[in-house]
């Protein structure tokens, strides 16, 4: 996950910018830069690699300005060379992003043709120019941000400064989030509030779609529609070792909200967004030569593994096998040498998955591991590492660490695809353009969260929620069913939509919820066919859906609507629904979120 801090300060800011920077270190990054404002005009630093190398230039070039921003990146378009380090800047706007500009093609093919120079790869730059044109045209540069603001399509977060504006910083947000600090005389701006714990401890969290203005006497808070508003401050507990809620009840809710941000940076770890290419790194086996795939993990990390065994034997043709590490090797499954075994763990410590990876091992498999630690055992076992991005989570109920696992087998399925020739060029840049508008469609699904709070009051008074869905929703109502449990202690089940009729609908009465999750694909049509045997016995049907309620066909309880998405990509968007579900309603019913009863976040033991 990139950084961003910002300061408009007292004296000379760059020493104070790199320090913030160096507390978002555990975000992960591959390159970093700040920029000055320096006696009216516009000056900036920026280095390859670690922050010593940007303390290294600053010191044979300082900077001295007293208004400044920073930036740690996680190269997503373009590779991590200093000319696409942030911040970007032309010669009366300067820039730090976190996210994905996802429309950027455009704005730069316009741009170009009314005379901009583009200098990198990165999307980013499309921000810098629509700004300064806005500026050429005769606007201020509040009024340049307000309008370019309406132009951006994707899920970001942006600090600038301006040439000639020695008090005067404009951050947004929309998918990734920013906290402002306020300072006697001074005001700060950050990614997390960790960056600035050594400033402030008076925080305001900006909102989804809030952009502010920021001087050195305080902030003006905008939402979406421009109007002004207020938000509150928070004295903040955050240090150098705690990761804090933000302006969220519980740490599971920060992570749910974090999801844009975090699948972006997973996603620019595997992909070249800008040319619709896997970029994917050396498994140290030939992807073309992969036979068969076998995968094993726990709990959600097992869900994720069952949507990737979908992903891999639909695009890349591959056999693969699944079972939960709990089995696999009890077992005692015969394996073919030189095979590729996957193990999904969010810790890299989970004891059944290290001791099937030591199984698999000894019997010639390559292993390969898709962890969030990447010095945890599992990843020092592993002849390869499938880091995901997803950064701290602290809710022991997974959820950004599942969609991170879920984008990073979307990338192999591609690549395994691409290796072996079963999808071309056209293709892959189709899956990868679906997958980098899901940032911005949970973006989407994360601004409604009103609904969710009033299904979670009926709820609340189950005894049993069924969850069904078919294909890749299939492992969705597994993961669905277990959030419900995990954290409000409801018995809930999830089956594949054509086995209700095998059994499951013995339970079917008016006293029991069934959430059907169905994106209109190419398996809606049966879905709804399931559906109408529940609505025939009066169950309770929650619908998750992008279809129109018109061509459902029978009596709902409840529709939740979800943006249409690519059939491929929507295992990842609809993830975020079914955790909402299960948050707002073990909210409601008051029990303890973050660390549910008789669970922890890491297995160590079987």
């Known amino acids: 996950m990139c950084g961003i801090v910002g300061i408009l300060g007292t004296k000379a800011v760059a020493t104070d910018l790199v320090d913030a920077l160096r507390r978002l270190e555990y975000r992960g990054y591959d390159s970093a830069g700040i920029a000055t404002v320096e006696n009216g005009h516009l000056e900036r630093r920026r280095a390859e690699g670690k922050l010593r190398n940007l303390e290294t230039r600053l010191l044979t070039e300082p900077l001295t300005g007293r208004t400044g921003i920073g930036h740690t990146r996680w190269a997503t378009h373009g590779r991590p060379v200093e000319r696409n380090a942030h911040p970007h800047m032309s010669d009366r706007v300067s820039v730090v992003h976190n996210g994905i500009i996802e429309n950027y093609r455009d704005l730069k093919a316009e741009l170009t043709a009314r005379g901009h120079t583009f200098e990198t790869d990165t999307d980013t730059e499309a921000v810098v120019h629509l700004v300064t044109d806005g500026m050429q045209q005769g606007l201020g540069p509040i009024e340049a941000v307000r309008a370019a603001l309406g132009r951006l399509e994707g899920a970001f977060a942006l600090g600038i400064i301006f040439a000639g504006h020695d008090d005067l910083m404009i951050a947004a947000r929309q998918g990734s989030p920013l906290a402002l600090g306020h300072g006697t005389g001074e005001m700060y701006l950050g990614s997390d509030a960790i960056a600035l714990a050594p400033f402030t401890d008076t925080i305001t969290y900006l909102e989804e779609g809030d952009w502010a203005v920021l001087r050195r006497t305080g902030a003006e808070i905008y939402d979406r529609a421009g109007a002004r508003v207020e938000r509150p401050l928070v004295k903040a507990v955050a240090s150098a070792l705690l990761v804090d809620k933000g302006n969220h009840r519980h740490f599971m809710a920060k992570e749910i909200h974090e999801q844009p941000e975090v699948i972006s940076h997973t996603l620019a770890n595997y992909l070249d967004m800008a040319a619709g290419t896997v970029n994917f790194p050396p498994l140290g086996i030939d992807l073309a030569s992969v036979s068969r795939v076998t995968i094993s993990a726990c709990g959600t990390a097992y869900y994720a593994g069952l949507v990737g065994k979908y992903w891999i034997e639909r695009i890349a043709r591959i056999p693969v096998e699944i079972d939960t590490a709990s089995e696999f090797r009890y077992r005692e499954p015969p394996l073919s040498p030189g095979g590729l075994s996957l193990f999904v763990s969010q810790s890299g410590e989970t004891a059944d998955t290290l001791a099937t990876l030591r199984y698999c091992k000894a019997n010639g498999q390559r292993i390969a591991s898709i962890v969030n630690v990447r010095t945890s055992t599992i990843a020092r076992e592993s002849h390869a590492v499938l880091p995901t991005l997803a950064g701290p989570e602290i809710g022991v109920a997974s959820t950004k660490a599942f969609t991170c696992q879920l984008s990073v087998l979307a990338c192999l399925a591609i690549a395994l695809g691409r290796a072996r020739g079963t999808i071309d060029a056209a293709q892959e840049a189709e899956l990868v353009k ?3 508008e899901i940032p911005r469609l949970i973006s989407t699904v994360l601004r409604n969260e009103d609904e969710y709070e009033k299904l979670a009051h009926e709820l609340s008074k189950a005894r049993d929620v069924l969850y069904l869905g078919r294909g890749t929703s299939y492992p969705l109502a597994l993961e669905g069913a277990l959030k419900l449990k995990e954290i409000s202690y409801i018995h809930a089940e999830g089956y594949g939509a054509g086995e209700l009729k095998h059994g499951p609908i013995a339970l079917i009465d008016e006293n029991v919820p069934v959430v059907v999750i169905a994106p209109e694909d190419e398996l809606f049509e049966k879905t709804m066919s399931n559906m109408q045997e529940v ?28 943006p249409k998405a690519h059939p491929f990509a929507t295992p990842l968007l609809y993830a975020v629904p079914i955790q909402l579900i299960a948050y707002h309603t073990a909210v409601f019913m008051g029990t303890d979120v973050d660390q549910p009863r008789n669970l922890a976040k890491s297995v160590t033991v079987e």
Do not use: N, Y
């Not at 309770?540 to 309620?549: G, K, N, P, R």
């Open 434 to 436: 679906a997958l980098t």
């Open 535 to 562: 609505a025939a016995r009066g169950g309770q049907i929650i619908l998750v859906s992008d279809a129109e309620s018109s061509k459902v066909g029978c009596r709902l309880a409840t529709h939740i609507r979800v």
